[in-house]
C-alpha cells in the first residue's frame, strides 16, 4: 500500500521513472532489430524512445526554487531529474542510431577525415621512435594507408547510393582495417623503449578510435546475420588489445567530433566498447 501511496505523493517522479523504462526497453528492442512497425523514416520503437527522452527534458525543466528558502531533500529532485534525462539521452544516442540508413551512412563519412587525419599522424610518427624501434612499427602499420583509403571510397560510395551490396563491402572493410589495428596495437606493445612505445600506441589509438566508431555505426545498419559474420572474421578481439587502449584519449577524440562535454563522451565510449563486446569483436 505505501508503493502505491508513493506513486500519487510523487506523481512526477513515478512519472519519470516510467519515462526512463520506456526509453531503455525502446533502446533494447532497437538493439534486437525489434521495430514494431514503422514511423516515417524510423521505426515505432525509435520513435517511442525519442518522445520518453523528449518528456523527460520537460520533467527536467522545474522552476528554480527562491533562493530565501531552505533546500529540502524534495527540491533536490530537479537536479536528479536532470541526471535521469541525461541517462535517457545517452542511452538514446547509442542505441538507437539505426533510425535511419541516410543518417548513419553521412555519420560514417564524417568520420572519414578523422580517420584520414590519424592514419596521416602514424605514417609520421616513425620518425620520431628510436631507430631500433621504427622498423617494428612500420611493418605493424603498413596497411594502414590502403585499407583506411579503400574504407573512405567504399563509405562515400554507399552514402551516394546505400545498396546491399556496398553495405557488405563496408562491413567486411571496416574488419579488415580494424583487424590491422589491433594487430599493430599488439606488436607495438612489445616496442622496449618506453617513450617509443607510448608513442606508437597512441598514434595507432587515434586509428583504432574512428575504426570503432566507423564499426558501429556500420553494426547500427546491419542485419544479425552480417554482424555474425563481422564478429566471426574479427579474430583478434577487443578484450584482447583494450590493455593497450587509452579510454581518456578515445572519450577526448569522441567529444571533439561531436561537440559534446567529456563526460558524456566517457560513457558512450564505455558503452560502445562493451557493445562490441557482446556482440563478439
Known amino acids: 500500500m505505501h508503493l502505491i501511496a508513493n506513486i500519487w505523493k510523487q506523481p512526477k ?15 533494447a528492442l532497437s538493439q534486437q532489430g525489434i521495430a514494431l512497425g514503422h514511423a516515417g523514416s524510423g521505426t515505432v520503437v525509435t520513435l517511442a524512445g525519442s518522445l520518453a527522452t523528449a518528456l523527460l527534458g520537460l520533467l527536467a525543466r522545474d522552476p528554480a526554487q527562491p533562493v530565501s528558502l531552505p533546500v529540502s ?17 545517452l542511452l538514446q544516442l547509442t542505441l538507437t542510431s539505426g533510425c535511419s540508413g541516410t543518417s548513419v551512412a553521412q555519420n560514417i563519412v564524417n568520420w572519414t577525415p578523422t580517420l584520414q587525419s590519424a592514419v596521416a ?33 567504399q563509405a562515400q560510395a554507399y552514402l ?9 563491402q563496408l562491413q567486411a572493410q571496416v574488419v579488415t582495417l580494424q583487424q590491422q589495428v589491433n594487430t599493430a596495437l599488439l606488436q607495438a606493445a612489445q616496442i622496449v623503449n618506453p617513450a617509443s612505445q607510448q608513442r606508437a600506441l597512441s598514434s595507432i589509438q587515434a586509428v583504432a578510435t574512428a575504426v570503432t566508431a566507423i564499426l558501429a555505426l556500420i ?20 578484450a584482447a588489445v ?6 581518456s584519449a578515445a572519450a577526448s577524440l569522441v567529444a571533439s567530433h561531436y561537440s559534446q562535454p567529456i563526460a ?18
Open 264 to 281: 558524456a563522451a566517457r560513457i558512450e565510449v564505455a558503452q560502445v566498447e562493451q557493445s562490441e563486446i557482446q556482440a563478439g569483436f
Open 13 to 27: 517522479t513515478s512519472i519519470t521513472g516510467i519515462l526512463i523504462a520506456v526509453a531503455t526497453v525502446a533502446g
Open 73 to 89: 531533500r524534495s527540491e533536490s529532485r530537479p537536479s536528479r531529474l536532470g541526471v535521469w534525462m541525461l541517462i535517457a539521452l
Open 160 to 168: 551516394a547510393n546505400p545498396s546491399a551490396s556496398l553495405l557488405a
Open 242 to 247: 583494450r590493455p593497450y587502449l587509452d579510454c
Open 121 to 153: 599522424t602514424v605514417d609520421a610518427t616513425a620518425a620520431q621512435l628510436d631507430p631500433k624501434d621504427a622498423p617494428i612499427f612500420t611493418a605493424a602499420t603498413a596497411g594502414f594507408d590502403a585499407a583506411s583509403n579503400l574504407l573512405v571510397t
Open 219 to 238: 553494426q547500427s545498419i546491419s542485419s544479425k546475420q552480417a554482424v555474425a559474420r563481422m564478429a566471426a572474421a574479427s579474430t583478434i578481439k577487443l
